[in-house]
């Protein structure tokens, strides 16, 4: 850095950084960087920086396999001083909060924090790329971002089941929302005394458990952030618990699904469907129409047979019991009583980690073993955990033995503190916060319905035309959980900061779909990414309508 440079914490005011806002202003650590960061470290009371140590740029680096289309690829970023700290906890036998805080060394005045996933245990660093980001842009840290990660509260050791910190109540709650909250203040106490101001604007980005987290600061906390992107989020995470369970225990014994049906049950989905949008691209553009029309009955062996040819009668329940609302016998949060079945198509998309279709989430490569096998589908293994150590918190349960009714108290509790469906936003639209949400249509690890049942909640509870103001939800046909199987990726962020900071509110987005070609990037196709809705109203239960597909006007 130059001479010219202001002493410790000044600021360089007057210099806009360039992504169409004029309220943000770039902010450098002072001339000797480094000795502004070592002196990040130590802390008082509870929270603690165990370090801080400036890091030199890095370079774009691209690896030959990875658990996620995203999780290959390892972004370029500028120095930056990387924090590493912890929060004590109040019962000594719960683990600490354990964050990560990346200052770069030329700050553009706003902040980015990461959500998880799954049931987190692991530390989020903020290095990587956010959710549906295209892999051949700058990363929001090299953007001038300061970004920064949790592990939520808990560290899931190698071997370890990932629901064990559910039976300490601290753990949980930290896991719930307190968390989150917890490292967003000590970010910004971090930001006000490396750069001597706090962030201009603060924006949070989370797929999967992480968009849960999003909509949980929306709710819980609307003060905190101006924009918020959640994608695919977790939302009724009690229902989703035991919907996926109830899917598992279908599939054990005659009920399991092999992978050359799997196949048989695609190809029949997109025969049914894929044409209806006027191409024949293995593109079930309009999978909510596709619901109501793919019939799995059609698949049903001949009486006596059985073979990859066909499904038996246990293989054709267990797929209806998949499609079907999870109902219980008592409200939850919210006034929910139910979990919205999976949708169809994507059925086949090839597994590989958490990316994939029915084999990688539901079905698994063998049928569903008490405990938990690590062949089994994912979904078993994250259900059948979740029962034991969340709701009966009784690791030696039998899982087929368990009944709803029995553990009402805890349910209740447990969806008081982890299900983000209140649906009065009110206080996060009234501050100026704005809300992305992403639902991806092929999606097996948890129903996109349960999201766009959600926003359409908001809209009942504050107006369309008010919601409208600050929230907006699209939906991607063909794609699953992570990214895979269609076109996926689309600058979210930019798009949020856009609306934030300039009022351009976002319309219908294009999405691309990128591949990893080592040392760079190839989009093979892209397509509109609309606001819902673009197909019927979706009610809870059986969809009947039909519509083609199209951007609304």
């Keep these: 850095m130059t001479r010219t440079r202001a002493k410790l914490c000044a600021l360089l005011v007057g210099s806009a950084v360039a992504m169409g806002a004029s309220n943000a202003f770039a902010v450098t650590l002072a001339e000797d960087a480094d000795t502004v960061c070592k002196g990040l470290v130590g802390g008082a009371d509870a929270l603690k920086i165990d370090s801080a ?71 989020i660093t903020g290095l990587g790329l956010p959710p549906a980001y295209p892999f051949d842009k700058p990363s929001p840290l090299a953007r001038g971002f300061v970004t920064y990660g949790t592990d939520s509260g808990h560290e899931t050791k190698p071997g370890e089941l ?34 001597g101001k706090k962030p201009e604007k603060m924006y949070f980005m989370g797929s999967s458990e992480g968009g849960r987290e999003g909509l949980t600061m929306a709710q819980r906390y609307p003060d905190d952030f101006d924009g918020i992107f959640a994608r695919v989020p977790v939302i009724n995470w009690v229902g989703l618990q035991h919907a996926g369970t109830r899917s598992g225990l279908a599939t054990m014994g005659e009920g399991w699904i092999n992978p050359a049906q799997v196949r048989l049950v695609g190809d029949a989905v997109r025969a049914a469907c894929d044409k209806a949008d006027g191409s024949e691209d293995a593109l079930v553009q309009n999978p909510v129409a596709c619901k ?15 073979g990859d040819q066909c499904l038996t009668e246990p293989q054709i329940k267990a797929v209806n019991t998949l499609h079907a609302t999870y109902k219980f016998p008592f409200a939850l949060a919210n ?21 994939g279709g029915w084999s990688a989430w539901w079905l698994g490569t063998a049928p569903p073993a008490q405990p938990p096998a690590p062949n089994n589908g994912i979904a078993w293994i ?32 447990v969806s008081s503190l982890m299900d983000s469906t209140d649906p009065d936003l009110g206080r996060f639209r009234g501050r100026g916060g704005r809300l ?46 992570v990214g895979s199987g269609a076109p996926a990726n689309v600058d979210m962020l930019s798009a949020l900061v856009d609306w934030v900071e300039t009022g351009k509110a976002p319309g219908d987005l294009e999405v691309t779909e990128q591949k990893v070609e080592a040392p760079s990037f190839a989009v093979s196709r892209a397509m509109p990414l609309c606001r819902w809705p673009a197909w019927p109203h979706y009610k809870a239960g059986p969809v009947t309508e039909a519509s083609s597909f199209a951007c609304a006007p």
């Design 162 to 195: 990932p629901q064990l910190f559910a039976l300490n109540d601290e753990a949980f709650e930290n896991f719930a929302h307190r968390a989150y909250k917890k490292v967003r203040d000590a970010a910004v106490a971090l930001m006000e005394r490396a750069y």
């Design 292 to 306: 109501a029309a793919f019939k799995v009955e059609t698949l049903r062996c001949e009486a006596g047979k059985s």
């Design 53 to 123: 140590t400036l890091l030199a740029p890095s370079q774009l680096a691209v690896a030959e396999r990875g658990p996620t289309p995203s999780g290959r690829v390892t972004a370029a970023n500028p120095g930056f001083c990387k924090v590493l700290g912890h929060i004590d906890p109040v019962d000594p036998k719960a683990p600490p909060i354990k964050f990560q805080v990346n200052l770069p060394a030329e700050w553009n005045g706003r902040s980015l924090q990461y959500g998880g996933g799954g049931f987190n245990g692991v530390l």
């Design 382 to 413: 994250y259900g059948a955990g979740g029962i034991q150590y969340v709701f009966a918190r009784d690791p030696k349960l039998d899982v087929t033995t368990y009944k709803v009714e029995e553990h009402k108290a805890r349910l209740l509790e």
């Design 335 to 355: 006034g929910l009583d139910d979990y919205p079945g999976w949708g169809v198509s994507g059925e086949d998309t090839a597994a590989a980690g958490p990316t």
């Design 436 to 481: 992305i949400m992403l639902e991806h249509m092929a999606d097996y690890a948890q129903s996109p319905y349960a999201g766009i049942r959600y926003f359409e909640s908001v809209e009942r509870k504050l107006g369309k035309a008010e919601t409208a103001e600050f929230a907006r939800l699209y939906t991607a046909p063909g794609v699953d959980h």
